[in-house]
Every structure is written in structure tokens, then in C-alpha cells.
């Protein structure tokens, strides 16, 4: 969902027993970049069981931004 005040907020659902908090997704407009320079958005956000769900501020401003989550 995108709201032009608050951002782009993503959700998604991990499946599996863990939650996905070994990596923080992360955001770039340059996919050149290796994993370890892109922007980090934090952990997710629980919103129910097994459903995350992460918002990016900066895509107010940064219109094509592509996204990484990684679970363990």
C-alpha cells in the first residue's frame, strides 16, 4: 500500500516457525549495490500471526526503490 504522507507499507507472510529477524529488510534505488549498503528498515512489524509488515518512509521521495526481506 502507498500513502504519499507516510510511504510505501509492505506486508507478507512467513510461513514458517521463525520470524524473520535474522536480516532487517532492506531498501535501494541501485541495485548495484551490494545487500550490506542498502538502507535498512528495521525488523518487521507483527501485525497478526505469521503476517509482517515493514514501511518505508523514504519512498515519499525515492519513486523507484526495489526491496529485499530474507528469512532464515
Known amino acids: 500500500t502507498y500513502n504519499t504522507s507516510t510511504g ?17 529488510p532492506g531498501a535501494t ?24 509488515q515493514v514501511v518505508d518512509p523514504s519512498s515519499t521521495t525515492n519513486k523507484q526503490t526495489f526491496y529485499k526481506v530474507t528469512s532464515p
Do not use: D, I, K, M
Open 29 to 52: 534505488t541501485n541495485l548495484a549495490l551490494p545487500f550490506s549498503q542498502w538502507v535498512n528498515l528495521g525488523h518487521p512489524t507483527e501485525v497478526t500471526p505469521g503476517n509482517y
Open 8 to 24: 510505501l507499507t509492505f506486508t507478507f507472510t512467513n510461513t514458517g516457525s521463525v520470524p524473520p529477524r535474522s536480516s532487517p
